[in-house]
């Protein structure tokens, strides 16, 4: 096990200073007072009332009955981590930023994960975007890249974002369903909102169910800007990719996940950064010069578009390791503020509509969580740059500022604190020129809804493009409103009108003739219907490698949890070898047996048994290994629940090594697929060998048993 102690980011300080440990220390009141009993309230009497005198009683409940913030409107459920950021290829040409200038320096970052739509204790494995926030705690200030799991958005401008989250919220009416798009409000505002429908493509695809947080990658979703020292700005779209790739499961798999085990993303964060498998993203960097603005046959400020990685591809400059997990939750990941307003020189806004209204939401809504203006002082907030300014007082303020001036300009400080020069570090927005008419409209250049959807799907694998298929015959299988269903078909046509099709057969609508225009009740209400009819571009076929997953995979083995289920006594010889193969390749083999505490393999040797049969699940593991040996035949099966694990094993398309009775092993199984021809081992996609199992295990899953089920 790696130290995950006195990583770089100790250097963070402050955090340590405020933590406490109760090592050899009496209890105490909140005044420090020592509590001698803290078993029972102060009473009349053995028998007799509570005295209202008891401030040791009331100073516990009251602080009691304050513990909760409110949880924020989206992305409540969040997991966070430490870590540092370290450069390894200079952006000097297009930024002064020095964390993307100094080559070797090590930036400490906080950086938190999140469902949206769920409340915080939610599940973790909802279908929906994953929020990826990163705090740098710069020298130059704290920069916040406050980003998704997929690199566009459900909508353009900030105005319709409150519309957007009630509509996927629980209805407000009977409040259900929890953490989950499938229901009624939701497709009613996507079927009448085209622009959302490519960020729903995504949503209905597989990166909305990740194997893991570890496993995601991040987009900074806008276009920003870089601005060097000569102020010349450059676009730029920002990229997390993960060293583990891209994985995902399946969503039957979800659904058991999430009953089985709800804080599976959370746990799996923080026992791999327990057991030093620091989980590592390089960050890379699309660049577009400014005189490109307008090549493209899309916007750069519609947060609902990407730039194809075929067109500018990404280039990789530094890497992010999380390597401590936070020492409270409450202190860190629940009190962190993210904002996308907070920049540091050398990086700047652009005039996207959708992150305009977000530069105000951020403090706003920390406002109404964390209570006070002065949540930047709470210490995973504070920047490693002393604050100096001339903002004072407020509930709960921490620093003492010492002296008699609050105002600048001022003589009796010196002028102090004074404005810093730009050579010498001090903001300075990018000096875009605007010119322009005050008006409320959306650009013509927005218009056209359906290319990206489009360029989406067709960029899936067959597979890729079922499970899309699939996940919208269940959403909209679970909305009751028959014209919904009809107009979400509608929009579908204009996507791909064999894929809506394919939804419609199982919904109960008919495919329309045409796909009619489509609706757009999101225009303001005297536009003219010409002005916001849909701009389709794009040549039907076109397609970009780097929005599938699978056409990506890699690192499919490493820090993977195999369960290796045995009755004891198996050869002791198997057991080493595929431990040794593993542990090798970075995977993680864990007995599973029927009852906890130690088994024997044939040689005696004794092992201590990870998790049980009823205590743990298929779903909570990569792969399955079936020992052999006199205890673990075929005789094994008649475990109901060692049955169960190798179905939903073999029906999640996972991994599966079979070392003994293989050839009767089939038929005990009953599987469904073989009723009518008997099929062998390696026509099922399972291995007899370790290093068979080794191979199954690197390509994630055998995605072609799918076409069996
Ligand atoms: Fe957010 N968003 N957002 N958002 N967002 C919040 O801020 C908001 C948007 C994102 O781990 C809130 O502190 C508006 C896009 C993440 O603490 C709130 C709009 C993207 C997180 C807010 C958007 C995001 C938030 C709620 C449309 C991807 C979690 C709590 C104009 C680029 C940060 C909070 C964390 C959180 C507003 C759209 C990402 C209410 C108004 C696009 C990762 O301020």
Redesign the pocket.
Same mark, same amino acid.
């Given at each position: 096990m790696k130290d995950s102690k006195n990583q770089p980011n100790q250097k963070l300080g402050d955090l340590e200073k405020n933590t406490l440990k109760n090592e050899n220390k009496a209890m105490t009141t909140d005044q420090g007072l020592k509590i001698n009993d803290d078993q029972n309230s102060l009473k009349a009497g053995e028998r007799g009332p509570s005295l209202l005198e008891d401030f040791i009683l009331r100073e516990k409940i009251t602080h009691f009955d304050h513990e909760r913030i409110p949880e924020?409107?989206?992305?409540a459920r969040?997991s966070g981590a430490h870590g540092v950021f370290k450069l390894h290829t200079s952006l000097s040409k297009y930024t002064k930023a020095k964390i993307f200038t100094e080559v070797g320096k090590e930036t400490p970052v906080f950086t938190?994960f999140?469902t949206v739509a769920g409340s915080k204790g939610s599940t973790d494995l909802a279908r929906d975007v994953r929020?990826?926030?990163v705090k740098f705690y710069t020298d130059e200030g704290n920069y916040d890249l406050?980003?998704?799991n997929m690199p566009v958005?459900f909508?353009q401008d900030?105005m319709k974002?409150p519309d957007l989250v009630h509509a996927v919220k629980p209805e407000p009416h009977n409040e259900v369903p929890q953490a989950a798009s499938a229901h009624d409000t939701f497709w009613d505002f996507i079927s009448l909102m085209p622009e959302s429908l490519h960020m729903t493509m995504w949503a209905m695809s597989d990166r909305a169910i990740p194997r893991s947080l570890r496993m995601m990658e991040g !987009?900074?979703?806008?276009t920003f800007r870089l601005v060097n020292e000569e102020n010349e700005s450059t676009f730029v779209k920002f990229h997390w990719k993960p060293k583990l790739g891209v994985h995902s499961v399946l969503w039957d798999e979800a659904q058991k996940i999430s009953g089985k085990d709800s804080d599976f993303h959370k746990k799996d964060l923080w026992n791999a950064i327990e057991e030093g498998d620091f989980p590592e993203w390089d960050l890379g960097v699309q660049l577009i010069p400014e005189e490109d603005e307008h090549k493209f046959d899309f916007d750069l400020l519609d947060?609902t578009k990407l730039v194809p990685e075929s067109e500018v591809p990404v280039q990789l400059v530094g890497t992010m390791t999380l390597n401590r997990n936070p020492a409270n939750f409450f202190a860190e990941t629940e009190q962190?503020?993210?904002?996308?307003g907070h920049l540091i020189p050398g990086i700047d806004f652009t005039n996207d509509p959708?992150?305009q209204?977000?530069l !105000?939401?951020?403090t706003?809504?920390?406002l109404s969580?964390l209570g006070s203006p002065n949540f930047h002082e709470i210490p995973i907030n504070r920047s490693i740059n002393p604050v100096r300014n001339n903002q004072r007082d407020g509930h709960m303020r921490q620093q003492i500022n010492e002296g008699a001036s609050s105002y600048h300009p001022n003589t009796i400080a010196d002028g102090c604190p004074f404005q810093a020069m730009m050579k010498d570090g001090g903001f300075h927005s990018h000096e875009e020129r605007i010119d322009g008419n005050k008006i409320r409209t959306r650009s013509r250049s927005f218009m056209d809804h359906f290319s990206q959807a489009r360029l989406f799907f067709n960029s899936q694998t067959k597979t890729e493009q079922q499970h899309i298929i699939n996940a919208l015959q269940f959403e909209l299988s679970k909305v009751t409103r028959p014209h919904i269903r009809e107009n979400m078909v509608n929009q579908l046509t204009h996507i791909d009108r064999k894929m809506a099709q394919e939804v419609a057969e199982v919904i109960g609508v008919d495919l329309p003739e045409k796909g009619t225009e489509p609706v757009n009740e999101g225009k303001p209400a005297d536009a003219d219907q010409e002005h916001y009819a849909s701009i389709v571009k794009d040549p039907k076929t076109r397609s970009d490698d780097a929005l599938s997953i699978i056409k990506n995979l890699k690192n499919a083995v490493k820090t993977r949890k195999i369960a290796y289920i045995s009755m004891g006594n198996h050869p002791a010889e198997e057991f080493n070898d595929l431990d040794q193969k593993l542990k090798a390749a970075g995977a993680k083999l864990k007995v599973v047996s029927s009852k906890l505490g130690k088994i024997k393999d044939d040689a005696g040797n004794e092992m201590e048994i990870s998790e049980t049969l009823f205590n743990t699940d298929a779903v909570l593991y990569d792969g399955l290994i079936l020992a052999s040996g006199k205890m673990n035949g075929t005789e094994l099966l008649s475990h109901g629940k060692v049955k169960a694990f190798v179905m939903e094993t073999f029906n999640h398309c996972k991994p599966m090594l079979v070392l003994s009775d293989a050839d009767t092993f089939i038929e005990e199984l009953g599987l469904p697929c073989c009723k009518k021809k008997r099929k062998t081992l390696s026509e099922l996609f399972i291995d007899n060998t370790g290093d068979g199992f080794l191979s199954s295990l690197s390509k994630h899953r055998h995605w072609e048993r799918e076409k069996l089920l």
């Open positions: 924020r409107i989206v992305h969040g938190r999140s929020g990826f926030a406050v980003g998704n958005f909508i900030a974002f !987009f900074g979703v806008h947060a962190v503020a993210f904002h996308p959708l992150l209204g977000r !105000f939401s951020y706003d809504t920390q969580r």
